[in-house]
């Protein structure tokens, strides 16, 4: 399966994210996965392409222009591909991929995330969502959402587009159980 990713690009974090998304990208690398990931070399993309390496798996970067510059992409992948900019880039990624994982990441990960949500819930897709809710990083965004539906700003439902874990092979698991 094609194993979309999504995570964090900064190096200001604390090592644990790293640590565990790189353990994440060896388990779904050893259960036979493909990573579609947005090609950076940097934060927690650098580490799950790492462990993706690691693990023996393949690792297809998708990058806009404006990062094929100096040490910004990872030198390891299988295959780049290169976009004109930031939104042919999310598209490409979500076309190829077969699932989605959401690393602990900024606003590019969350406009990520939520565009690969909002396109499941008007069934342009039914491919699973993973949250992989690492030191607990989503747990303040998952109380929004579970407001958000309490409220009445959500159906209810809508929480099933996605799910929640916080292991590798809680991860690998549910891919393979959701799919």
Known sequence: ?????????????DQSYKQRSFE????????????IFGGG????MGAVARGFKQGGGRVIG????????????LRECDEKIITEDMSSRKKKMMEMADAFVALP?????YDELFEVMVEGQLEYHH???????VNG???RLLDMLAYTAEEGFM???EAELYHVCSQADEAVRLLEEIR
């Open 24 to 35: 994440l990208g060896e388990a779904l690398a050893g259960a036979g996965h493909t990573l």
């Open 1 to 13: 399966m094609n194993i979309c990713v999504f995570g964090a690009s900064s190096e200001r974090i």
């Open 62 to 73: 998708v990058a806009p222009k404006l990062f094929d510059v100096g040490d910004i992409l």
């Open 137 to 139: 990083f989503y747990d």
């Open 41 to 44: 070399s940097r934060g927690l």
């Open 155 to 157: 159906r209810s439902y």
């Open 127 to 133: 491919k699973p969502i993973i949250v992989y809710n």
């Open 105 to 109: 990441g900024g606003i590019g990960t």
